[in-house]
Each structure stands twice: as C-alpha cells, then as structure tokens.
C-alpha cells in the first residue's frame, strides 16, 4: 500500500484521497477533532445552473446537506 500510495500520489492524486478515505492509510497527522473530508462540495456553477436537480441529488444521497463530513454512499 505504500508503494502504490507513493506511486499514485505524483501520477493521480485523487487515486490516493480516495485510497486513503477507504483504508485510512497512511495515518496523516490531524488535529485533535478534526476528521479529513469524505467528499467535495458541490461547485456553484451547480448551484446557479443546476439548482432543481442539485437539491434533488443532495436530499436522496446525503440528507439535504452539501457538508464535506458527510460519506458518500461508497463509504458506508
């Protein structure tokens, strides 16, 4: 895991986050409390063009809430 961490991590970084939020390695550092994101909220492109159909996406995957802590449906 470490290789292909140090390998994917100059190629694909998002490779890596998402490495890292399915097995917690490698263990980052992190303030007490304080917890990496799960996920990216949306831009707001989407909220100015896309309004209708990204309320509809947040409230059937996450509760209505566009919150980074919360897991997506590939997490839980």
């Known amino acids: 895991m ?3 961490y140090m ?3 100059h190629q694909a970084q998002w490779t890596s986050y998402y490495d890292y939020l399915r097995t917690g390695y490698p263990n980052f550092p992190l303030q ?5 994101p ?3 909220r949306y831009p707001q492109s989407e909220y100015n ?3 209708a159909n990204l309320k509809t996406a947040l409230t059937s995957q996450y509760g209505g809430n566009d919150n980074i802590n919360s897991k997506p449906w590939w997490l839980q």
């Open 2 to 4: 470490t290789q292909k």
């Open 7 to 9: 390998t994917m991590f």
């Open 32 to 36: 007490t409390g304080v917890s990496a």
């Open 38 to 40: 799960f996920r990216f």
């Open 49 to 51: 063009y896309n309004n």
